[in-house]
T-cell receptor, first 117, second 112 residues
């Protein structure tokens, strides 16, 4: 069965410090990978998605970046954190659909709760 | 801009009642629809997927889709206190990455 890991689980960082969050998926090959952020009491905002190694698409302009150095590894980074970067960061995966099917069930990791002070 | 709208609640129902959660979406080409349950402090958990008009039942959960009216709903029968959570509606359009657009969620409380 598939498993998705994220670490760290919680993180407190000062403004202006760098950030690196990691996500790995087990039990599947060539998944689509996604980074979401959830601000307190809000819905999920898609930040980045990737359909393959080295292929990153950004949904919103921000001081964050993402990389996919390996098939099942997705990294979220920042050079200098802002207060507004605080939130719950979620990594998700889905199976790459074959053919023209509609389906895109996404499965989430446990998340990283980031507080920027 | 694609939008997914949900009543934020909170919605309170007594134990054993039917909880009804609603969601509307703006993009007519949307093809896949999902309900996620999120407990406080936890990540979302997929509980229902629906792709065709009509009803889909899974245990105590029933998802209903009406593409002509652009709404999708989730019914929870025999509600239990353990169903108390935030329920997120998500919608997907076609494309290689099949991105999801999420609503802001409805907070459900089931009162014992």
């Amino acid at each position: 069965s598939q498993t998705i890991h994220q670490w760290p689980a919680t993180l407190v960082q000062p403004v202006g410090s760098p950030l690196s969050l990691e996500c790995t998926v087990e039990g599947t090959s060539n998944p689509n990978l996604y980074w979401y952020r959830q601000a307190a009491g809000r819905g999920l905002q898609l930040l980045f998605y990737s359909v393959g190694i080295g292929q990153i698409s950004s949904e919103v302009p921000q001081n964050l970046s993402a990389s996919r150095p390996q098939d099942r590894q997705f990294i979220l980074s920042s050079k200098k954190l802002l207060l507004s970067d605080s939130g719950f960061y979620l990594c998700a995966w889905s199976v790459v659909p074959a053919g023209v099917g509609f389906y895109n069930e996404q499965f989430f990791g446990p998340g990283t709760r980031l507080t920027v002070l | 801009q694609k939008e997914v709208e949900q009543n934020s609640g909170p919605l309170s129902v007594p134990e054993g009642a039917i909880a009804s959660l609603n969601c509307t979406y703006s993009d007519r080409v949307s093809q896949s629809f999902f309900w996620y349950r999120q407990y406080s402090g936890k990540s979302p958990e997929l509980i229902m997927s629906i792709y065709s008009n009509g009803d889909k039942e899974d245990g105590r959960f029933t998802a209903q889709l009406n593409k002509a009216s652009q709404y999708v709903s989730l019914l929870i029968r025999d509600s239990q206190p353990s169903d108390s959570a935030t329920y997120l509606c998500a919608v997907s359009v076609s494309g290689s990455a099949r991105q999801l657009t999420f609503g802001s969620g409805t907070q459900l409380t089931v009162l014992p």
